[in-house]
């Protein structure tokens, strides 16, 4: 990794948030042990409460956002985050496409309260999960349930480098390719969505012999008609296959879309 530039008089602040998430994408930060000892020479981890209780205050350079947004409390800390971020990147499902909670959208929230807890009446929350985008401007999405370390790294380097960010815009199909991984759906007859999902986690799921699950979220142009054509002609029933594309990315625009048009 590049050193800081002489000129540049401090580290600029970097801020880990989280909202409405089960920690996955900051772990996937904190595991990234050996590249954090480079990265923490030419940026200052300022709010990072997984990490540690020490806050710098801002504003940042720097923020770093997981979870979606499901409470009031949430969507007015929102905007009190982007003010203090010069530049914020959402990082993962929830944070890009209101999460697996999203599920919940699709249902009656009242209900799903009364049956849960016990004084449903002590419950502030919203209607629907929502990505961070709909309430405040995202500099840039990193997708993935966890996001990808490598991928991690990139963002971070490319901030410090003053540079654009270079990730992956083809399919997990071309992942299989490069390990050379027969292909789950050609050979066995697995329905997958590994040609409608955006690259990032290195095809773990075909190499294992199961169907991609979409963890990384719908790739740009995504022909998602074509792949669940396929899960029917496999034998898949449409109720299961609205299911195939309501997982950790349901309110992804192309899957929604998709698992709605198979519900009857």
Do not use: W
């Given at each position: 990794?590049?050193?800081?530039?002489?000129?540049?008089?401090?580290?600029?602040?970097?801020?880990?948030w989280?909202?409405?998430?089960?920690?996955?994408?900051?772990?996937?930060v904190?595991?990234?042990?050996?590249?954090?000892?480079?990265l923490?020479?030419e940026?200052?981890?300022?709010?990072?409460?997984?990490?540690?209780?020490?806050?710098?205050?801002?504003?940042?350079?720097?923020s770093?956002?997981?979870?979606?947004?499901?409470?009031?409390?949430?969507?007015?800390?929102?905007?009190?985050?982007?003010?203090?971020?010069?530049?914020?990147?959402?990082?993962?499902?929830?944070?890009?496409?209101?999460?697996?909670?999203?599920?919940?959208?699709?249902?009656?929230?009242?209900?799903?309260?009364?049956?849960v807890?016990?004084?449903?009446?002590?419950?502030?929350?919203?209607?629907?999960?929502?990505?961070?985008?709909?309430?405040?401007?995202?500099?840039?999405?990193?997708?993935?349930c966890?996001?990808?370390?490598?991928?991690?790294?990139?963002?971070?380097?490319?901030?410090?480098?003053?540079?654009?960010?270079?990730?992956?815009q083809?399919?997990?199909?071309?992942?299989?390719?490069?390990?050379?991984?027969?292909?789950?759906?050609?050979?066995?007859?697995?329905?997958?969505l590994?040609?409608v999902?955006?690259?990032g986690?290195?095809a773990?799921?075909?190499?294992?012999?199961?169907?991609?699950?979409?963890?990384?979220?719908?790739?740009?142009g995504?022909?998602t008609?074509?792949?669940?054509?396929?899960?029917?002609?496999l034998?898949?029933?449409?109720?299961?296959?609205?299911?195939?594309?309501?997982?950790?990315?349901?309110?992804?625009?192309a899957?929604?879309?998709e698992?709605?048009?198979?519900?009857?």
């Open positions: 990794m590049p050193t800081r530039s002489p000129a540049r008089a401090r580290r600029p602040k970097l801020a880990v989280k909202f409405a998430s089960c920690d996955g994408c900051q772990l996937s904190l595991n990234l042990e050996e590249e954090l000892l480079p923490a020479g940026i200052e981890i300022a709010n990072f409460l997984e990490a540690s209780s020490a806050v710098i205050k801002g504003p940042y350079d720097l770093l956002v997981e979870g979606s947004v499901t409470t009031p409390d949430d969507a007015r800390r929102v905007q009190q985050v982007r003010q203090q971020s010069r530049r914020l990147v959402a990082i993962g499902a929830c944070a890009n496409f209101g999460g697996i909670q999203a599920l919940r959208d699709l249902m009656d929230v009242a209900a799903l309260q009364r049956t807890y016990a004084h449903p009446e002590y419950l502030a929350t919203l209607s629907r999960s929502t990505p961070i985008s709909a309430h405040v401007t995202v500099d840039l999405e990193l997708t993935g966890p996001v990808d370390r490598g991928q991690l790294v990139e963002v971070l380097t490319a901030f410090i480098q003053d540079r654009p960010v270079r990730l992956p083809h399919s997990v199909c071309v992942e299989c390719k490069r390990r050379g991984t027969v292909c789950v759906t050609v050979a066995p007859g697995t329905p997958c590994g040609p999902t955006r690259a986690c290195g773990i799921c075909p190499a294992y012999h199961r169907g991609c699950y979409g963890c990384f979220g719908p790739v740009d995504a022909n008609a074509a792949v669940a054509d396929r899960a029917r002609e034998g898949m029933p449409g109720r299961d296959v609205a299911r195939l594309f309501r997982l950790f990315n349901t309110a992804a625009p899957f929604a879309k698992a709605a048009h198979h519900d009857a």
